[in-house]
């Protein structure tokens, strides 16, 4: 482990104030000691960083798939005081809201396997990669509904059912989007982008649910062995990049405004109480609204090309559910034994509520807010619940992925995308993307192995797993 | 015209070394442009923007976000460009063309210019940059 590094237990480290200078509070984070021999000390430096920043409460924390990002690490989490605290975009990240949704089938194994004209389907109908376009002509009036009401504006316009609202974090809106505060380049990016998926590490994949760990909350998820299922991982595209880019201009001018001292400009902020802090909110929020109704989207045009290939109902896909990954949020918790509202940043990490929290579907009371933790391609993904130790622990946080451990110049150095789709078409796994690059970028082996994350977080109890999912058919942003 | 890739597992990192700072500016757009859209870039249309910022960093991030910002709206892909800064203010005469799918298809969208691990450093032969591009 990096030198300065406190153990606490087995998969439990502190990052101690004083490791750099200015930390108001101590960092924390959660990795197995083999996990531990990939940290890089720039993702630790980075999780310092965020326990200089005002009004922090408790512990700077990263989740098991921490790395290096810019601001906060990935899988960075930290709750803000409301008196005195701030609000970053760098603790968000310039995707904001990415994130992933589940969605089960009527289907079994053998319907899809092999089944190319499934994943070629699905490729040519939702709109992928570097400078893809939208056939959806949205207007500068259902843009800003979009904005303003999420996933709800999807459900209403034809792209979904209002049951699949019940079943997203936040129900697929969040409240105090103020599209005001969304520049004019912004809309000029999101109004092509309704419905596309992007690139990178974006996908949408069909899925075959492999193992059960936990058949109580399994069957209350509508989860069961075998099951066909499918995950999109997307967030608010264009839209989301401009608001971040916009708001860190505006948030530098405020850190200076308002004196506040940090070691990294990606982390200007300003206090949640000024202006500037409430107009980055406002924006975020609607940048994370325009991310849930693309994934609605998404899931709608999955649904129709689901529906036409089988011949089933598109009632019986049902969401599982929808998590944002990347995301500052106003939410209750427990600090010292008083609830109290705080200002949550998740940055690559997944609210994760336990058992009996007000803001998760009253179905799954008893049982957790269903967790979606997405594998790299070729890899398995999981679903875990949240649990009540996360909301003691963490503010009710997990983590979100597996976490790079190699770059994409190095990815493409030893495997060719070729290669790498004929590998996994071995293991009975069709790729589709619209170039070779996005899936040497993105081969198994760049990633942490998602297992031993998932594990952890299971170990630690801040989340527990229930089922596994691999991947039979994926499409490559 | 130069710049190389340097290892960082989450994103791109580049570095770019030129004699002076309108030449290094022109070395980050080259980098950004090969990282989305690849080498196979022409210029057979033109564009000029203005930006102004505070200090150096600032100028480099804000003139990169404007350059994504284009480039996406405008559906180009920039070859290469003429820049003039002085005072804080950047000038640029951009070159380049409509993104064509069968060869501008094979980068990595660029999410954002981040100043985490940006620095532009001088000595008395020029000017070093480092940059993260958020892929």
Redesign the interface.
């Known amino acids: 482990m990096i030198e300065g590094v406190k153990r606490i237990d087995t998969n439990e480290w502190e990052v101690p104030e004083g490791f750099i200078p200015g930390m108001r509070v101590p960092g924390r984070f959660f990795l197995s000691e083999s996990l531990g021999e990939s940290l890089?000390p720039?993702a630790l430096q980075?999780l310092a960083n965020v326990a200089t920043m005002p009004g922090i409460i408790k512990n700077a924390l990263a989740m098991p798939d921490i790395?290096?990002?810019?601001?906060f690490p990935?899988g960075g989490v930290a709750a803000f005081s409301l008196e005195d605290g701030v609000i970053s975009p760098?603790g968000v990240?310039?995707?904001i809201n990415c994130g992933v949704r589940l969605m089960t089938t009527p289907l079994s194994f053998a319907d899809v396997s092999g089944r190319r004209d499934l994943v070629d389907q699905l490729f040519h109908a939702v709109p992928t990669?570097?400078?893809a376009k939208s056939s959806l002509k949205l207007s500068p009036r259902s843009l800003d509904a979009m904005m303003t009401t999420g996933a709800r504006w999807a459900v209403e316009n034809g792209y979904g059912v209002p049951r699949d609202l019940v079943r997203c974090e936040e129900s697929g809106c969040m409240n105090g989007a103020d599209t005001r505060h969304v520049s004019a380049?912004a809309r000029?990016?999101g109004i092509p982008q309704g419905g596309t998926l992007?690139?990178?590490n974006h996908f949408l994949e069909v899925q075959v649910v492999r193992e059960i760990f936990d058949p109580v909350a399994a069957e209350a998820f509508g989860i069961r062995e075998g099951q066909v299922c499918c995950m999109i991982h997307c967030g608010s595209r264009?839209l989301g990049?401009?608001v971040?880019?916009d708001h860190?201009?505006l948030l530098?001018a405020a850190t200076k405004k308002y004196q506040i001292k940090l070691p990294?400009?990606?982390l200007?902020c300003a206090p949640l109480t000024s202006p500037e802090g409430r107009e980055y909110f406002g924006a975020m929020a609607a940048a994370a609204n325009y991310a849930w109704a693309n994934r609605q989207m998404i899931t709608h045009t999955t649904r129709q090309v689901l529906s036409t290939l089988f011949r089933i109902d598109y009632e019986d896909m049902p969401l599982v559910y929808d998590v944002a990954h990347n995301v500052a949020k106003f939410e209750d918790h427990v600090v010292d034994g008083k609830s109290m509202k705080v200002c949550v940043h998740r940055k690559g990490a997944t609210r994760a509520f336990g058992p009996g929290s007000a803001d998760i579907p009253p179905e799954l009371s008893s049982i957790g807010q269903p967790v979606i933790i997405p594998g790299s391609m070729g890899t398995s993904s999981y679903i875990l619940r949240g649990t009540e130790t996360a909301m003691e622990r963490t503010f009710g946080s997990t983590c979100h992925g597996a976490?790079?451990?190699?770059?994409?110049?190095?990815a493409k150095k030893r495997m060719s995308g070729k290669e790498v789709t004929e590998n996994l078409l071995k293991e009975g796994i069709i790729v589709r993307a619209?170039?070779?690059?996005?899936i040497a970028?993105e081969a198994p082996g760049v990633y942490k192995p998602s297992d031993e994350v998932v594990r952890v977080v299971h170990d630690v109890g801040i989340s527990r797993l229930v089922a596994r999912l691999s991947p039979v058919g994926v499409i490559k942003? | 015209m130069s710049f190389t890739?340097l290892?960082?597992?989450?994103?791109?990192k580049i570095r770019a070394c030129a004699p002076t700072l309108d030449a290094l500016f022109s070395d980050a757009l080259d980098a950004l442009m090969q990282v989305?859209?690849g080498k196979d870039r022409k210029g057979r249309v033109s564009k000029e923007i203005d930006v102004e910022s505070s200090d150096n960093?600032?100028l480099l991030a804000?003139f990169l976000?404007e350059i994504?910002?284009i480039s996406?709206?405008d559906?180009l892909v920039f070859s290469r460009a003429d820049i003039r800064i002085a005072g804080g203010k950047l000038h640029a005469v951009l070159e380049g063309e409509p993104?064509d799918?069968s060869r501008?298809?094979?980068?990595?969208?660029v999410?954002?210019?981040?100043?985490?691990?940006?620095s532009v450093t001088r000595d008395t032969n020029g000017y070093m940059l480092d940059i993260?591009f958020?892929?």
């Not at chain 1, 976490?403 to 190095?410: C, E, K, N, P, Y």
């Not at chain 2, 501008?104 to 969208?109: Q, R, T």
């Open positions: 890089e720039g980075q790395h290096w990002g810019y601001g990935i760098g990240g310039f995707d990669g570097v400078g380049k000029q990016r992007g690139s990178g264009g990049h401009q971040c880019t860190v201009k530098e990294d400009r990606q200007a976490g790079r451990i190699m770059s994409r110049s190095q619209p170039h070779e690059n996005a970028d942003g | 890739e290892p960082h597992t989450a994103d791109v989305m859209y960093e600032a804000d976000s994504l910002f996406e709206v559906r993104f799918p501008h298809a094979g980068g990595s969208e999410k954002g210019i981040s100043y985490s691990g940006m993260i958020d892929v």
